[in-house]
Every structure is written in C-alpha cells, then in structure tokens.
C-alpha cells in the first residue's frame, strides 16, 4: 500500500505570494492533519480533515486555510506569505482520526520564505 | 489539552538500553499514550502505543504506572540509527474532538554515540 505523499517536496516563495501544498493519504485514510514544524516551535498542529470537513483546528491565523475533497485528498493554502512562515509542512493521514489511530506521516514539503 | 513534558536531549552507546520518560499529568480517563520516532527531514514514525502496564512490540516497550501519570519508552540495545527525535504523544478526546488535539511537544533528541 503506497504512503503518504506531499507535493511539492521543496518551494521557495517570496514574502506577500501566496502557496499550496497537496497530500494525498494512504488509501482507505478518510482523515488527513497538517502540521508545521520549525526548529523554534517545535512540530505544532495546523488543522485536521475528516469527510471534507475541518474538525479540528491550531492556534494558527486566517492565512492558513485547508480543504480535504471527496477522495481524502487535502491541499493547505497560505497566503500573505511571511518569512516565519518558512517550515517543515507535514501531512499525516489515519483511518478515522481517533486518538488510538496511527497517523502516517508524509515526508513533508520544506518551504522557504525569502 | 494534555500536554506533555520529556527531556530535551538524551546521550547513549551502542548496544544500551535507552530509557525516556514522559510526564503527562494531565492525561484524562480515555486517553491514550503514544510514541513517535522522527529522523531528519522525515515525518515522524509510529513507535508503540499503550494505556496503562506494559505494552511491548518488536522494536520498543513502553511502561505506563498505574497512575498514567507518566511513562517510560525502553529501547533495548540501541544502535546509531536509533538517533532520532522521540515524541510523546497523549490523545485528547476534548469536546468529541479526536485526533487533531494531540500535542506533539519538542520531543527528546537521542543521539547514539559509537
């Protein structure tokens, strides 16, 4: 069964532009939850998607935005892009989002904000 | 939200036993505690997941007391590719909330010395 995958894998953006990052879950995972990790912050929670809802959502302003479409598939946007918005994004999916599901990570799309 | 503390680095040798320990005060009736293992520019990997006593699989065990207040990830004879940075986890059932509450914390860097 193929993992988790996030494209792009590397993005350098300017400040102000906007970006989207896709991940696509393992097959069957109807949950998929972004994180973003800096070496400051640590790995902190963005947003989760359950059955092309937002169930969940971090401590992260209105510039970050997601949706989950039909088939699972998620895509996060960030507009007004800031320097501190540079960061490991990482993608990960589970059956049902319980707490005692395993989340598969993806490898993460590294962004820089220049 | 559960949080949760654990050392910030950690130092062994090859062929040692590795001992981190997680505090998780907070932790509620139906939560459960989870350990991830993440190497450089990757996302963090399942390890072991357990409840309550002693959970143990082919790569780690985890000891919980009774009082779940904390808990110990073991790691039996330790090799350089188990440096790494290991994340406690405890699931936050909230409000109906599932997995999208779970923090991630800075996790214990472990560094495997020849």
């Known amino acids: 069964k193929a993992g988790v995958t996030q494209t792009p894998r590397y993005l350098i953006k300017t400040r102000g532009q906007q970006v989207t990052l896709s991940c696509s879950p393992i097959?069957?995972?109807?949950?998929v939850s972004w994180y973003q990790q800096t070496p400051g912050q640590g790995l902190q929670f963005l947003f989760e998607?359950?059955?092309?809802?937002?169930?969940n959502k971090g401590n992260f302003p209105g510039r970050f935005s997601g949706r989950q479409f039909s088939n699972s598939r998620s895509e996060m946007n960030v507009s007004t892009l800031e320097l501190g918005d540079s960061a490991l994004y990482l993608c990960?999916?589970?059956?049902?989002?319980?707490?005692?599901?395993?989340?598969?990570f993806g490898p993460g799309t590294r962004l820089t904000v220049l | 939200l559960a949080k949760t503390t654990q050392p910030i680095s950690m130092d062994s040798y090859e062929g040692q036993e590795v001992n981190i320990t997680c505090s998780h005060n907070?932790?509620?009736?139906?939560?459960?505690i989870t350990w991830y293992q993440q190497f450089p520019s990757q996302g963090p990997r399942f390890i072991i997941q357990?409840?309550?006593t002693k959970v143990t699989n082919e790569v780690a065990s985890l000891f919980i007391p009774a009082d779940r207040k904390s808990s110990t990830l073991s790691l039996p004879r330790v090799s350089l590719s188990d440096t790494a940075v290991y994340y406690c986890?405890?699931?936050?059932?909230?409000?109906?909330?599932?997995?999208?509450?779970?923090?991630f914390g800075r996790g214990t860097q472990l560094t495997v010395w020849p």
């Open positions: 986890l405890v699931g936050d059932a909230g409000r109906g909330s599932t997995l999208g509450r779970l923090y």
């Open positions: 998607y359950f059955s092309e809802t937002q169930r």
């Open positions: 357990g409840y309550k």
């Open positions: 990960a999916s589970s059956l049902e989002g319980q707490s005692t599901d395993t989340q598969y």
């Open positions: 097959s069957g995972h109807r949950s």
């Open positions: 907070n932790i509620a009736t139906n939560d459960y």
